[in-house]
């Protein structure tokens, strides 16, 4: 699905107010470290008096010139690294604070080809505006590896917690670097979904783009489009934010209506983001028995063979929290 031309402009006023933002921020540091380090300032000053100079000697044919303002200005900012480090501020404490790094707060990139794209923080701030990602900005507040807990697990169940646990963590070491993909199943409550909403919060914080479905909402999603002959664009587009996104998520794969159409499609989007190498992550509370014998072998397949499975039980934690903070109202 294509942005409006007033999503398209919201996001980028979004990227101007985090650019001015950034700006205030550097120049306020500046002349905070000025009013601070004697001769900071005089460095500072030096710079721009150097560069029209060199220029002039350029122009009158001296060679050496750009040369030598290159050794200079070198020198002047090892000092200023060393005046900074000497009054107990970072090294880098004047360099601009971008949110993203790699787009410097602009949305765009360049690719090696020396082509503009849009940034993956850019995709992202798409995602949430075309498919009203709400459910997981809201999730991930929550849930996220700061607020994990081990205290509703015991024995064999918090063995299990405790490896899942570890092979998110290394999920989202590994993200960017190595195709990987999860299956969390099990019984209800036992902490799937919230898992999910960890390797979610961490990958959005890392700049990736995160396109969070739940099974029902899926594929009544790509029914309703596939159904009518008006939305062959929009089709398009939601195949291919499914199959380019940087990690997708399924959540509570089985509470949908499953038939040959949803089987086919989860088929297919399963195997075009293997080609992609792109990472899928899936919930389910059905059993590997259920996954194969509720939609087809190759899924089973594609899935016991792709994906490294996280098997979680225990009680409903769900039911566990509402306990104790009804015990906790009536104590």
Same mark, same amino acid.
């Given at each position: ?12 006023k ?22 601070? &380090?004697?001769?900071?300032?005089e %460095? ?5 008096s150097?560069?029209v100079a060199s220029?002039?000697?350029?122009l ?13 200005l070198?020198?002047?900012s ?56 709400s459910? &997981?900005?809201e ?33 989202v ?18 902490g799937?979904?919230?898992l ?11 700049g990736c ?10 594929f009544e ?6 159904f009518?002959?008006k ?9 291919? @934010? ?8 399924? @959540?509570? %794969?089985?509470?949908?209506v499953t038939?040959?159409?949803v089987?086919?499609q ?7 983001r ?5 990472s ?16 087809s ?34 104590a």
């Open positions: 699905m294509a942005l409006s031309n007033p999503q398209y402009e919201s996001i980028i979004k990227y101007e107010r985090q650019r001015d933002a950034a700006r205030d921020l550097s120049e306020a540091r500046r002349k905070q470290v000025c009013d601070t &380090i004697p001769g900071f300032r %460095l500072s000053d030096s710079v721009s150097l560069s220029a002039r000697q350029l009158d044919g001296d060679q050496e010139a750009l040369p030598r303002l290159h050794r200079r070198k020198e002047i090892a000092s200023q690294r060393r005046l900074l480090a000497e009054h107990g501020f970072p090294p880098d404490y004047l360099d601009p604070v971008y949110r993203c790094a790699q787009c410097q707060d602009t949305g765009y990139v360049l690719t090696e080809k020396g082509l503009r794209e849009k940034c993956r923080c850019f995709r992202q701030q798409e995602i949430s505006l075309l498919y009203a990602q459910h &997981i900005q999730m991930v507040s929550r849930e996220n590896f700061s607020t994990l807990s081990y205290g509703y697990y015991q024995g064999e169940d918090l063995r299990r917690f405790e490896a899942a646990v570890r092979i998110c963590q290394k999920f070491e590994n993200s960017g670097e190595v195709y990987q993909n999860l299956f969390f199943y099990g019984t209800v409550g036992t799937k979904s919230f999910s909403g960890c390797i979610a919060d961490e990958l959005l914080r890392k783009s995160v396109l969070y479905f739940s099974a029902s909402g899926l999603t790509l029914a309703r489009h596939s009518d002959p939305s062959k664009g929009t089709l398009q587009d939601l195949y291919e @934010d499914l199959h380019g996104c940087d990690l997708l998520i399924i @959540d509570d %794969l089985g509470t949908e038939n040959s159409f089987t086919s989860l088929f297919s989007c399963l195997c075009q293997h080609l992609g190498r792109k899928t992550l899936i919930s389910t509370n059905i059993n590997l028995e259920e996954l194969r014998d509720r939609y072998d190759r899924i089973f397949s594609r899935v016991t063979s792709g994906f490294t499975l996280c098997r979680l039980t225990g009680p409903d934690i769900r039911i566990l929290k509402k306990r104790l903070a009804n015990t906790s109202s009536t």
